[in-house]
């Protein structure tokens, strides 16, 4: 049960009480730090965030994040000792958890991922921490690897409130609208409420990211997650199983890490109802891990100091912001995989292989229309955000006033993230179309091979077009959605880089785009040549008729 | 078969009635060496949380409003509130948390359109001197801190704060060393200082001369970064609202105003400096600007001119790069009043 605070070891308050031995980890804004605590003579992690580095707009989520972990009180949860200023710095003294967290154990000692006993007790406590984390109105999202930190006791401590939000705080509530968390690890419903200004989501994407981070500890790392989009999309068409998904597991495994990965969060179970299931039933202590994964680790110190060398500061420590960065190279379409539960991994769909020519014009006329609700979507949240300030108790009436000018700074600011939005989707759509692109070239190829071939693949390749449409407007919609992530974390000191990619991928955006047109022409051409050749789709474009008379007789 | 023996579900307003007994022994008998306290105690939390689960509905469902005027009136109806208040620092850490949502949530329920805990707060005052004084105390300071932010979204209670002694404890709580808890006693201090505006602006002319006087030394000119910050930040909300141009316009009269704000744009931070810069273009846009202000800014000029030549945000920021072309050229069009 929780402990009682006041039972609780009173921490002292300024710097001069701690020594820092060791820097243990990095983020874009902060530094982690192994310190000894000298009048306690304990050891502790101290994590020091520079405040001048964060705009004031989220001064006030720090203070929440603050305050949420001092009440918080759970064996499997990361709580803070205290938290105090120094200079421009907050310093957050936590228990130090002398493994570090699963993402860098993997990576320094089980590459290909740990065995299922090992497994089954991370997930479970980790399930723990989840459950009292909903049951105290706390959305974490962002579980993966590398915020669930093993101490020396083999206890398994979920950390990282940096991006959670309450439930019962209503002031957050339009949290829940925005996105947080890192790409990979995103249930779909995430990505779309984020994208689309949908309905808010809740405790559900949790367990989603539990399933992926499943998938990560069982694999070492995520499948392919070290390959570009595009390339993975062919990867997993030719060859579905690469080397390390040879691993064995079991039925209960599977169908857990099934029941996680459940695409309607309506149907996903909850944290409280995933403890129940058979694959936690004969779960070992905590003692195992301290057998079988902390013998023989290298200490958190070596492994950073290793690769700080290398010249890769660890990315995973405790903090992760410089690794959400870095994660959004390598984003996919989550929505578009099918998660297979034999062979253990996500199944790419291809929208263009399911449905064939004939739904051109419904294709169009879809397009258009999701256009069209996505634009009445982002007034529907726009106007649940007024609703929600509505209801707040205004005997003055004049709060209305303040909120209207709060209203159009919001406005403000998201117009011009907008404007950013639009430039980087331009250029970040190009991965999904090079792969588009590829099977076009295939198609081509065929053309070549003879007449027959030639109407098949002519036909098909006009079909391909909205399609090819309709794979931009889903990844344009995701893009954005990743770039107000990035926004989250990049400052305005970080804005002359952003600006330079910014700038690159409009180049290649531009590039692809003139490439799309010559295929598009191209594909035209072809279509016009096949009718020709064989008479038939002269009824279907009555258009023609008038541009070729000649071709009316029979 | 478990099912058969369980009692039949309790309405909201018998929840609220045992709630009530339980928080009267507990307030009774808490020095006693009674045996059943630590299973009374139990009882109360998981009283507590079906009280907040009415209200704010689980996992399975939501809140129904009938159930939620039932519970209001029911808690309202006596002294629920007050012994909830006085027995929280006894209950755990659990029930504590449950006990401050249920307290904050009742503040936004309606009984016949009313809300009720309106009425009881102003007939129970004393109530909010005893949540405020809680910032004294590590162990309910964020409880009691959260139910006093939802106390004050009435404006007759946020009257009765300002106007209170309490306002004055405010400057040391801003600076207290535990973060979490300076924060939520800043985050109080700004609500209650910009919700109500019409309060806002009647509290600030009567006691303009001592708010600004510790306002300054206390906070602006704080030793702690993160204060001075807030701080500089609040300043400017307060000045440029509407509701409050008679004391803009007696702020930015003032010399030793002057001298603090010019201190603050040459901060090492250039969040304060942006922020301080907010309130400095104030003074000087001000018409009237009396003789010993302009005497100052013409001291100045070729020091701020130079300043304000390098100054700029990271973000482009067209109103702030106006305001600043517009502060640059009233500084360098003014005329000493008075020949030295």
């Not at chain 2, 600007?289 to 070729?302: D, H, T």
Request: glycine letters at 4%; a negative charge.
């Amino acid at each position: 049960m929780a402990t009682d605070p006041r039972l609780r070891v009173p921490y002292p308050l300024e710097a001069s009480a701690y020594r820092i031995v060791h820097e243990i980890g990095q983020g874009l804004s902060s530094v982690v730090y192994l310190a000894e605590c000298l009048p306690l003579g304990s050891t502790v992690a101290i994590k020091a965030l520079d405040l001048d580095r964060a705009p004031t707009h989220r001064l006030d989520d720090i203070r929440c994040e603050a305050q949420t972990m001092t009440l918080l009180s759970h064996p499997n949860v990361l709580t803070a000792h205290c938290s105090f200023t120094v200079d421009h710095s907050l310093w957050v003294v936590m228990p130090f958890c002398s493994a570090g967290s699963l993402h860098s154990i993997l990576s320094a000692s089980f590459p290909s991922g740990f065995d299922e006993t090992v497994i089954a007790i991370v997930l479970r406590d980790t399930v723990r921490a989840l459950n009292y984390l909903h049951q105290q109105g706390h959305v974490h999202r962002d579980i993966k690897a590398g915020n669930i930190l093993l101490d020396s006791m083999g206890l398994i401590k979920v950390a990282d409130f940096g991006v959670s939000a309450s439930l019962f705080d209503p002031s957050s509530l339009t949290k829940l609208q925005e996105m947080a968390g890192t790409p990979y690890w995103m249930a779909p419903e995430v990505i779309d409420s984020a994208a689309r200004g949908g309905p808010g989501y809740d405790y559900k994407a949790d367990v989603w990211s539990l399933g992926i981070t499943a998938l990560e500890l069982a694999h070492g790392k995520l499948p392919r997650s070290d390959v570009p989009l595009g390339k993975a999309i062919v990867l997993s068409a030719t060859k579905p199983f690469p080397a390390s998904s040879r691993k064995k597991f079991s039925k209960a495994f599977r169908e857990m890490v099934g029941l996680c990965l459940t695409h309607d969060p309506v149907k996903r179970p909850s944290a409280s109802k995933l403890l129940k299931h058979s694959f936690f039933k004969h779960c070992k202590s905590s003692e195992y891990l301290v057998k079988h994964v902390l013998n023989d680790l290298p200490s958190v110190e070596v492994r950073f100091k290793a690769m700080a060398e290398a010249g890769r500061i660890p990315k995973q420590m405790v903090d992760d912001e410089e690794d959400e960065a870095h994660e959004l190279q390598k984003t996919r379409r989550i929505s578009g995989w099918n998660f297979d539960e034999d062979c253990f991994r996500f199944v790419p769909v291809f929208p263009f292989q399911e449905e064939q020519g004939a739904k051109n014009q419904e294709n169009d006329e879809r397009g258009a229309q999701k256009e069209q609700d996505q634009e009445i979507n982002a007034t529907g949240a726009q106007k649940e955000q007024d609703q929600a300030k509505n209801h707040e108790i205004d005997e003055t009436g004049a709060q209305k006033e303040q909120d209207q000018a709060n209203n159009q700074e919001i406005e403000a600011e998201e117009e011009s993230e907008e404007a950013k939005n639009q430039e980087i989707r331009a250029g970040g759509v190009n991965k999904e179309r090079e792969s588009g692109d590829q099977e076009e070239r295939e198609g081509e190829t065929n053309q070549e091979g003879g007449e027959a071939k030639t109407v098949v693949s002519g036909g098909r390749m006009a079909a391909m077009i909205p399609e090819l449409e309709r794979i931009l407007e889903h990844s344009e919609a995701q893009r954005q959605g990743l770039v107000r992530l990035v926004d989250m974390f990049v400052d305005g000191r970080r804005e002359v880089e952003l600006l330079d990619l910014l700038g690159s991928l409009q180049l290649e955006h531009d590039r692809l785009t003139s490439e799309l047109e010559i295929l598009t022409k191209r594909n035209e051409e072809l279509q016009r040549q096949w009718e020709e050749a064989t008479g038939v789709g002269r009824i279907e474009q009555p258009d023609m008729e008038g541009a070729n008379p000649e071709l009316q007789e029979p | 078969m478990k099912g058969l023996f369980k009692s039949k579900p309790r309405t909201p307003a018998e929840l609220v009635r045992q709630t009530r007994d339980l928080l009267v022994y507990v307030d009774v008998y808490w020095n006693s060496r009674e045996a059943k306290k630590e299973e009374k105690m139990a009882d109360l939390s998981k009283l507590i949380r079906e009280l907040k689960s009415i209200l704010y509905g689980s996992s399975e469902s939501e809140p129904i409003a009938e159930a939620c005027a039932q519970l209001t009136q029911e808690f309202f109806k006596d002294n629920t509130l007050r012994l909830l208040i006085i027995c929280l620092p006894k209950m755990n850490l659990e029930a504590r948390k449950d006990a401050a949502q249920v307290v904050a949530n009742l503040q936004r329920q309606q009984v016949q359109s009313r809300l009720i805990a309106s009425d009881y707060l102003e007939a129970n005052k004393d109530l909010l001197d005893i949540l405020i004084a809680g910032y004294e105390n590590v162990d309910v300071a964020l409880h009691y801190g959260a139910m006093l932010r939802e106390c004050i979204r009435h404006q007759s209670i946020a009257r009765y704060v300002l106007e209170s002694e309490h306002m004055k404890k405010f400057f040391p709580y801003i600076q207290l060393p535990n973060f979490d808890i300076a924060s939520d006693a800043m985050a109080t201090f700004k609500e209650l200082l910009t919700r109500h505006k019409s309060t806002v602006a009647e509290f600030l002319n009567k006691n303009y001369d001592w708010f600004f006087a510790d306002y300054n030394s206390q906070l602006l000119e704080s030793s702690n970064y993160i204060t001075r910050r807030q701080a500089v930040k609040l300043l400017g909300d307060i000045l440029l609202d509407r509701a409050n141009v008679a004391i803009m316009v007696r702020y930015v009269s003032s010399k030793d105003n002057l001298r603090i704000l010019m201190n603050l744009l040459r901060e090492s931070s250039k969040n304060i400096q942006i922020e301080a810069f907010h309130v400095f273009k104030v003074f000087v846009a001000n018409q009237n600007k009396p003789p010993e202000i302009v005497s100052i800014l013409v001291a100045n000029r070729s020091k701020l001119l130079r300043f304000f030549s390098d100054f700029k945000t990271d973000k482009e920021d067209e109103q702030f790069d106006q305001d600043k072309a517009q502060v640059v050229k009233e500084i360098a069009a003014l005329e000493p009043r008075e020949l030295p």
